[in-house]
């Protein structure tokens, strides 16, 4: 059984949101193209307490962008986005969400951090996405989204780690490139765990 995993698709990641990922909105229409073909359809969604330690509003004196400590993890620092129960969190308009079977909620610890749809970044908890894929006989997941550089690549990386045939499909995904070239190596280091780029 071939699941496709939407990462993320979520207004505060599109043009116009608190962490835009440029093009964003272009893995949209993908992602309804792409829906009907496959036997399930499992959706991935950023959803922070307003206080979550990976904002830098959290961290005085920090800004955007800086890579600083929590609970012995490494945390770069965002914008306040995908707040729980806010517009920004919600799953983009133009998403037919009516083909997604199953919504897998992240992030929604203050002090972690999740960037993958299985894990947190510490692997300290699981999300129950693999638990929820293994109960339907999933063996096979196909990967799309945003962003390329940190939860597509997050989420493939440990759904290949958990040996499921994952493949991802670089249509359906942009990349936030907070340094030029992230996309590219995240998706290098993607085909060296033997991850398909399709
Ligand atoms: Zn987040």
Redesign the pocket.
């Known amino acids: 059984m071939q699941a496709l995993i939407l990462v993320?698709i979520q207004n505060d990641f599109l043009p116009g949101g608190a962490?835009a990922v440029p093009h964003g909105d272009e893995v949209v229409p993908v992602a309804n193209r792409l829906m009907p073909q496959y036997d399930l359809v499992v959706a991935t969604q950023?959803w922070?307490p307003a206080d979550?330690q990976?904002f830098a509003s959290q961290h005085p004196g920090r800004s955007v962008g800086e890579v600083i400590d929590v609970d012995g993890l490494e945390q770069t620092l965002?914008p306040d986005?995908?707040v729980e129960n806010t517009p920004g969190a919600e799953l983009a308009a133009e998403l037919n969400v009516r083909g997604i079977q199953h919504v897998v909620r992240?992030?929604t610890d203050r002090r972690i951090?999740?960037?993958s749809g299985f894990f947190d970044n510490g692997r300290r908890k699981a999300t129950g996405l693999e638990a929820y894929l293994r109960q339907r006989a999933v063996t096979g997941v196909d990967v799309m989204g945003l962003a390329t550089d940190y939860?597509v690549k997050a989420t493939a990386l440990d759904a290949a780690a958990l040996a499921f045939n994952t493949r991802v499909i670089a249509e359906g995904c942009r990349g936030v490139e907070l340094v030029p070239g992230d996309c590219e190596k995240a998706l290098d280091l993607m085909w060296a765990r033997g991850i398909m780029v399709i």
């Open positions: 993320d962490l950023d922070h979550h990976s965002w986005h995908c992240k992030g951090d999740s960037y939860c």
